[in-house]
């Protein structure tokens, strides 16, 4: 809950800290399911993607071996709300790197599967992670370099997602600056002057910029800074 209002008021950095500096051992579906969604929860909003891709992975499998114990299809149990809540974590996680956003619909309805899951009524954990995250797509969309970035540079985006650390998300004035018209990315654009303060994120938006500039054009790029430090 503090990551979600964290992330809600902008402020991407506090989210992390929160689930760095609150770890757990992971936990096991069979063992708590409330838990896993919880923890798959926390990876997400704390951009620890790989992780979560990891852990996603795991629940799957631990989903397949329940079948084979004979205790029936997860899905249709006392691990539905969990294994739902889980997919629609992963499959926001999908939508923050690539930006597809038939990603970000199904991953609402996997959520909304979560919270109405008529076999697990015991399991509020996953039901709360459920119903905290469902509308929470809608600030990723706003947010997300995925959405922000011009069509056509999917290789540019996934370099940032997929980087280490990744960025998959902007601050409120980043955002703004990618959604002026006309673009900042347009080549017609001769000069954008960017006014924020101290570690606001300006570098990021010129190392964006020089990016897509490098993918789209042959060229070199000069980026010029008044300390040896700050270069």
Not at 79 to 84: E, I, N, P
Request: net charge negative.
């Amino acid at each position: 809950a503090a990551q979600v209002g964290y992330l809600i008021g902008g402020v991407a950095p506090s989210a992390v800290a929160v689930a760095r500096r609150n770890p757990f051992p992971e936990p096991s579906l069979l063992g708590s399911p409330g838990l896993s969604s919880l923890h798959a929860a926390r990876l997400l909003l704390g951009l620890d993607l790989r992780s979560l891709q990891r852990f996603a992975g795991d629940v799957s499998v631990e989903a397949l071996q329940i079948a084979d114990r004979g205790i029936g299809r997860a899905a249709e149990g006392p691990f539905s709300a969990a294994l739902a809540a889980v997919e629609g974590i992963r499959l926001l996680h999908r939508y923050l790197t690539s930006g597809d956003v038939a990603q970000l619909d199904e991953a609402r309805s996997r959520l909304d599967e979560a919270m109405q899951a008529t076999f697990a009524p015991h399991d509020t954990d996953s039901r709360w992670v459920a119903a905290l995250l469902a509308d929470f797509g809608t600030a990723f969309a706003a947010t997300s370099i995925a959405s922000l970035m011009p069509s056509g540079s999917s290789l540019v985006q996934m370099a940032f997602t997929l980087g280490d650390p990744p960025v998959v998300l902007l601050w409120p004035p980043q955002a703004e600056m990618l959604q002026l018209e006309p673009s900042p990315f347009d080549p017609e654009v001769q000069r954008v002057v960017l006014s924020l303060p101290t570690s606001a994120g300006k570098t990021l938006m010129a190392q964006l910029l020089i990016c897509h500039h490098l993918a789209e054009s042959e060229g070199d790029v000069c980026f010029v800074a008044p300390t040896h430090s700050l270069c």
